[in-house]
T-cell receptor, first 110, second 115 residues
Framework: DVKVTQSSRYLVKRTGEKVFLECVQD?????MFWYRQDPGLGLRLIYF???????EKGDIPEGYSVSREKKERFSLILESASTNQTSMYLC?????????FGDGTRLSIL | ELKVEQNPLFLSMQEGKNYTIYCNYS?????LYWYRQDPGKSLESLFV?????AVKQEGRLMASLDTKARLSTLHITAAVHDLSATYFC???????????????FGKGTHLIIQP
């Protein structure tokens, strides 16, 4: 089975902090994705990557950046966390489709 | 900009009944996915629909895709309590896309099945 592991289930940070969310997949997938999930809004794509060191903006990239130095790891970075970034963050990976999701990180910015 | 609309967003139904969730999308695409999410859990892939007229069935759930109408349906037959969850449809924005693109999701249908 595909395993997508997000480093934290719950995270609490303060406004202005730089925040790192980590995601690792064990299936040698080329494609990795970061989404955020908010009540009533569904999932929205933040960034995705189709290869090491490659990245593409999704629908809501503002306030975020990503890093993919190794194929199995895709990091989401909140450069200066703000309260409106409080959300559930989901990482996914795929070779083709469907995408396989991690358990999510519930991030609270105080 | 691709828009994906699901309806209904909330559905409460009794066990044994049939119902359909609808997913409309706004641009040409021939790849649509259905996911299930249980409270506090991640998304689980249910169906992958890759062509016009595709129909997939798993237990009491059946999904279909009409690319000309830009419509997918998820039909529930003789519902049971264990099917209570939130169901999402998601569309690959590129027709014929190879899976490297992010998906555009509907807002989800919160389904409650009561005994």
């Amino acid at each position: 089975d595909v395993k997508v592991t997000q480093s934290s289930r719950y995270l609490v940070k303060r406004t202005g902090e730089k925040v790192f969310l980590e995601c690792v997949q064990d299936m040698d997938h080329e494609n990795m994705f970061w989404y955020r999930q908010d009540p009533g809004l569904g999932l929205r794509l933040i960034y995705f990557s189709y290869d090491v060191k490659m990245k593409e903006k999704g629908d809501i990239p503002e306030g975020y950046s990503v890093s993919r130095e190794k194929k199995e790891r895709f990091s989401l970075i909140l450069e200066s966390a703000s309260t409106n970034q409080t959300s559930m963050y989901l990482c996914a990976s795929s070779a083709s489709q469907p995408q396989h999701f991690g358990d999510g990180t519930r991030l609270s910015i105080l | 900009e691709l828009k994906v609309e699901q309806n209904p967003l909330f559905l409460s139904m009794q066990e044994g009944k049939n119902y359909t969730i609808y997913c409309n999308y706004s641009t040409t695409s021939d790849r649509l996915y259905w996911y299930r999410q249980d409270p506090g859990k991640s998304l689980e892939s249910l169906f992958v629909l890759l062509s016009n007229g595709a129909v997939k069935q798993e237990g009491r759930l059946m999904a279909s895709l009409d690319t000309k109408a830009r419509l997918s349906t998820l039909h529930i037959t003789a519902a049971v309590h264990d099917l209570s969850a939130t169901y999402f449809c998601a569309v690959d924005p590129l027709a014929g896309g190879g899976g490297a693109d992010g998906l555009t999701f509907g807002k989800g249908t919160h389904l409650i099945i009561q005994p």
